[in-house]
């Protein structure tokens, strides 16, 4: 938001440096961004009269004008479109400094002698406008010193308001801060109303037919109005404010927005259908063309203003152009509305259109303030548009808020900022804030909490009140201690710790993401189809409006990021919260999570990194990791079974299990997932939940002497279907096998036409080992005919021999 000083201090007063406010309002949570000095002393500036334009002898586009300053007639060369005889412009003599140092100088411009330079804004400083000359009132007196006709340069603050203070988005906001700053007092502008003719409501009707949308709706009704330009003081604050001018009723409404932070509409009574208007929300297939000249079609979920007949406007986005102010203007229906934040964010998404207006409704508007400011539009229009106001107000308002009291403790104030305030300081700290107390004590004080002032809900916002305006910088620093609890379990913590260690030493770096998501990234994962989602009621932004469900998409998109930048592998892990709504409405359940991400060719050596990697090695990656995670956690007793997922390759997914119970998946990521950051080459990812990790993370494990004795190895082949999996055919071998089977190991897996269709060769090497003597061939053959023989019986599959 653009703040000028001069605007500021129309309504409160204080003594101070631009920089000492800059800094006050920094410190008190409203940051100043930027300043910005507009204009100058414009030494050696003057109104200039026009007396003759001749065409440039040499040059199409350049005039040469006969200009009179008060005292001389000198000749000026101009290049401006809108030059004419009799206009006043500002003339910059020789000798005079505008902006950025340039200096004025005699000179000749394509032949001809100029004597001076006739002005546009942006060569005072005053704009970026440089469309033509800066034409100055036809009164102006030729010589006059422009400083006299402009004022004095103007400072603008440039501020940083939070989404929590939207009160701070208005002159009159930013007034209140200051005064709370200076202890002084706010001068609030007058809104007395001269009110004559029929009464309003005789003169339209307004039906809300949502009240949830649009909780309170007043109109007024002006007549004989006459249309012209805003006051040249208005006209420049707006300018200052980054609002362009446009006609004095429709300069008003925004004059009181910037002023107030309420926005307004003026619509042209005489081109409402009926006179009247309708709250309600659009109908299928109803399109509007609205200001901006766009014709756009509206869905049954937007709230619009209507007539009788048709939409008029986008209700607190933008208005429509069939009923806009124009010269032939001469009743207005003046609007002063408060809308539902979360529908106006939603229609200016879906429509993306955003507004003055549309930034401010979505942030939430002063449900109090909106009687005041329609009066104040309709007592400036009296002023500068000639218009007479109906006696009365429509004020559509069936549910006003109720009062909201907030108790705020004494002891509960100095145990959070660590401070000894005083009940006396806590109560002058809210009196210069506009909140008022309405009983207090020594211990505690009860805020009535007005209704400018949303953001303040419970006992801590009030307490942040009282920390800001108190002065952060004022609050004792102490140095962090620690107290040691002898009964205070942290072995969760410290086993936490282990395994991001473990996650370390297996090669993965570690991220971390914001627990805020974009549904649009988790509709690539579950097609939009989960109803698993927690959706923030008043997000920040449509990119962190969703609590996330999986640690994966935002794996993934940054690993994708990571590849984006020519990042050619990468192994990474994350441990986090993930949140799943709950049906019955309570708060979501928060689970956490361990996830990690592979791609690139992580798992080869130095010299054989430059081959395509293949999909099978990227899931035979992934399960070493996976496996190696487990033994360094002391996991035992798991299994991977098939799985089908809508976001991983089907052959190479699969969910792991702690015995009966799913504890996560790993897998390949699918190429319409992948595709989305341009992955040519497969994408791992893996998820678990983190408490099965951390169980048995300090368990000693039990310590076996290496065998003393030599190893016998078997090899066993077998053909089997393809659906058979390598965990079904491990599980039998272990049934099956004696004591002395020792290792376990597949060498070779082969799928093609010389096995038949459906089919897959296997072969595995079994070591057995004996730990009290050296096995014979004839027993490590009949311990690997009993091994062979399971196979067969238990698996019906095909035991090559030979």
Same mark, same amino acid.
């Given at each position: ?68 300053? #008060? =005292? ?66 036809? +009164?102006? &007196?030729? #010589? ?32 209140? *801060? ?11 502008? !007058? ?12 003169? =339209?009707?307004?039906? &809300? ?58 619509? +042209? ?61 001469? =009743? ?10 979360? #529908? ?5 998404? =879906?429509?993306?259109?955003?507004? %003055? ?83 207090? !004590? ?44 002898? *009964?205070?379990? +942290? ?18 770096? *570690?991220?971390?993401?914001?627990s805020l998501v974009s549904p649009k990234l988790l509709d690539l994962f579950d097609g939009g189809k989960s109803k698993e989602r927690e959706t923030l009621p008043h997000p920040i932004s449509a990119d962190q409006s969703v609590l996330r469900t999986s640690l994966i998409p935002q794996m993934l998109d940054t690993l994708g990021k990571n590849h984006a930048r020519q990042t050619h592998e990468a192994g990474l892990y994350e441990c986090g919260k993930v949140f799943l709504h709950q049906a019955d409405g309570q708060s979501p359940v928060e689970v956490e999570r361990l996830c990690a991400g592979l791609y690139g060719p992580v798992g080869r050596e130095r010299f054989d990194r430059r081959r395509p990697v293949a999909p099978d090695e990227m899931f035979l990656w992934l399960k070493g990791l996976f496996e190696g995670l487990m033994a360094a956690q002391n996991v035992g007793g798991w299994r991977l079974t098939p799985l089908e997922n809508v976001f991983l390759e089907k052959g190479y997914a699969v969910q792991i ?11 390949? &990521? ?16 893996? %998820? ?39 965990? %079904? ?18 060498? +070779?897996?082969?799928? #093609? ?45 095909? &035991?090559?021999?030979?």
């Amino acid at each position: 938001m653009k703040l000028p000083i001069s605007w500021l201090k129309d309504y409160v007063d204080f003594d101070d440096t631009v920089e000492g406010l800059s800094d006050k309002l920094t410190f008190s949570g409203t940051e100043v961004e930027g300043i910005i000095r507009v204009g100058s002393d414009y030494c050696g500036v003057v109104a200039a009269e026009v007396k003759a334009v001749e065409r440039h002898p040499n040059a199409d586009r350049l005039s040469v004008c006969e200009v009179f300053d #008060g =005292t001389d007639d000198w000749q000026v060369v101009c290049g401006a479109p809108n030059v004419a005889v009799g206009g006043r412009y500002p003339l910059a003599r020789i000798g005079a400094v505008l902006k950025g140092g340039f200096k004025i100088k005699k000179s000749k411009i394509r032949g001809v002698e100029s004597f001076g330079m006739l002005c546009a804004e942006d060569e005072l400083g005053l704009s970026e406008n440089h469309e033509g000359l800066m034409e100055l009132p036809g +009164d102006a &007196v030729a #010589g006059t010193p422009l400083s006299e006709i402009l004022g004095p340069p103007e400072v603008i603050l440039e501020l940083e308001v939070t989404p929590n203070r939207p009160d701070c988005l208005s002159v009159l906001g930013m007034a209140r *801060e200051v005064a709370a700053l200076y202890d002084t007092t706010v001068n609030y502008p !007058d809104v007395s109303l001269v009110e004559a003719g029929a009464a309003v409501e005789s003169a =339209t009707r307004v039906d &809300v037919l949502d009240p949830e949308r649009c909780p309170r709706y007043t109109a007024r009704i002006l007549r004989n109005v006459k249309i012209g330009p805003a006051p040249d003081w208005m006209r420049k604050r707006l300018e200052y404010a980054g609002i362009r001018p446009i006609n004095n009723v429709v300069d008003i409404t925004n004059y009181v927005m910037m002023e107030c932070g309420r926005p307004l509409h003026a619509f +042209d009574q005489s081109l409402l259908q009926e006179g009247r208007i309708e709250v309600r929300t659009a109908r299928a297939g109803e399109v509007i063309r609205t200001l901006d000249d766009a014709e756009r079609p509206l869905q049954p979920d937007m709230l619009v203003i209507a007539d009788a007949a048709n939409p008029v406007a986008v209700a607190g986005v933008m208005g429509g152009a069939g009923s806009e102010i124009r010269e032939t203007t001469e =009743t207005v229906l003046l609007e002063s509305a408060c809308f539902e934040p979360d #529908g106006i964010r939603s229609t200016s998404k =879906t429509l993306g259109l955003s507004t %003055e207006s549309s930034y401010r409704f979505e942030r939430g508007t002063d449900v109090g303030e909106t009687e005041w400011a329609s009066r104040r539009a309709a007592s400036l229009m009296q002023q500068f548009a000639g218009a007479e106001t109906a006696p009365g107000v429509i004020d559509v308002f069936p549910y006003p808020p109720a009062e909201r009291n907030i108790v705020c403790r004494l002891e509960r104030v100095n145990s959070l900022l660590g401070l000894r305030g005083s009940m006396n300081e806590l109560l002058r700290c809210f009196a210069l804030l506009g909140l008022p107390v309405v009983a207090s !004590d020594e211990s505690f004080c009860t805020v009535n909490v007005p209704t400018f002032r949303g953001d303040l809900e419970r006992e801590v916002d009030l307490i942040e009140e009282f920390a800001r305006l108190y002065g952060l910088e004022n609050i004792p620093e102490r140095s962090p201690s620690g107290r040691i609890v002898k *009964e205070a379990n +942290d072995r969760r913590v410290r086993a936490l710790y282990a395994c991001q260690a473990n996650l370390c030493a297996l090669g993965l770096n *570690e991220i971390q993401n914001y627990s805020l998501v974009s549904p649009k990234l988790l509709d690539l994962f579950d097609g939009g189809k989960s109803k698993e989602r927690e959706t923030l009621p008043h997000p920040i932004s449509a990119d962190q409006s969703v609590l996330r469900t999986s640690l994966i998409p935002q794996m993934l998109d940054t690993l994708g990021k990571n590849h984006a930048r020519q990042t050619h592998e990468a192994g990474l892990y994350e441990c986090g919260k993930v949140f799943l709504h709950q049906a019955d409405g309570q708060s979501p359940v928060e689970v956490e999570r361990l996830c990690a991400g592979l791609y690139g060719p992580v798992g080869r050596e130095r010299f054989d990194r430059r081959r395509p990697v293949a999909p099978d090695e990227m899931f035979l990656w992934l399960k070493g990791l996976f496996e190696g995670l487990m033994a360094a956690q002391n996991v035992g007793g798991w299994r991977l079974t098939p799985l089908e997922n809508v976001f991983l390759e089907k052959g190479y997914a699969v969910q792991i299990l702690l015995g009966d119970q799913p504890i996560g998946l790993l897998g390949v &990521v699918n190429r319409s997932v992948r595709g989305a950051w341009r992955f040519n080459e497969p994408v791992g990812v893996m %998820e678990l939940d983190t408490n099965e990790l951390l169980v048995h993370a300090f368990s000693i494990r039990e310590i076996v002497a290496p065998g003393v004795y030599p190893p016998v190895e078997r090899d066993v082949a077998l053909v089997a279907d393809c659906s058979l999996t390598h965990d %079904e055919i491990l599980r039998v071998i272990e049934q099956a096998a004696p004591k002395a089977l020792e290792k376990v190991e597949l060498f +070779d897996l082969y799928e #093609g036409e010389t096995i038949g269709a459906g089919k897959k060769s296997m072969a595995y090497s079994l070591t057995y080992r004996s730990w009290d003597k050296t096995l014979t061939d004839e027993e490590a053959n009949e311990y690997h005919n009993g091994v062979k023989r399971a196979l067969r019986e238990s698996l019906s599959v095909e &035991v090559r021999e030979g």
